[in-house]
């Protein structure tokens, strides 16, 4: 077990071992349990889709630590890419952005679009910190299948298929909402715990 609120350094520090040897963990968010991995290493890449079932035609989100990290990943740092991470991040808001150079592009499912996110979560924190880069964060589940809440599910569903279970317990939270703002006019992909009306507003006053 791993109090999410509060992770010691020692589960940190062997989760983040793990993620730099190529490892797949699973650990909670403040949403529901999320896949990490090292983005940079490709054999940790495709066990992730493994993992998962994923099809490989589909990006991989990645988790950062801040705004500093995002831009660095990024070809194009929009002026609307820069209000939204500045009004909701850390928190429940995905950005699809065109991928720079430095992200390999089995990451970005061979699009060149990549998926960012600032999570609120203490141990995704922790572990970006503590590796010095950003996470592949992607939900834990099968392909198509609903998004582990529970530690106890997490076990159930991906046993066999990940080499580190960080059990923090119940994750309540709502996913996040993926918006796409890599084409002239934004568009919501998935609507989660930011409303689309809510995003509207922000970007018609921008």
Known sequence: ??????????????????????KVIAIPTEARYALVADPFNLNAVSRVFAAKGREQARSLPLL???????????SEVSARFRLLARNYWPGPL??????????????????????????????AQALI???GQPLIATSANLSGQPTCAS??????TMDGRVDLVLDGGTCPGLGSTTIDITEPYWKVIR????????????LHRA
């Open 129 to 131: 910190e503590r590796t």
């Open 64 to 74: 950062v630590g801040d705004l500093m990290m995002a831009e660095e990943l990024t």
């Open 1 to 22: 077990m791993i109090d999410s609120d509060a992770p010691t350094d020692e589960a940190i520090d062997r989760a983040a071992t793990a993620l730099l040897r190529g």
């Open 94 to 123: 995905t950005i699809i952005v065109p991928g720079s150079a430095k992200v390999p592009l089995r990451v970005t499912g061979n699009t060149g679009r990549l998926a960012l996110r600032q999570s609120k979560s203490k141990v």
């Open 151 to 156: 530690g106890i599910e997490v076990f159930g």
């Open 191 to 202: 609507e989660g715990a930011i409303p689309e009306k809510e995003l509207a507003e922000l």
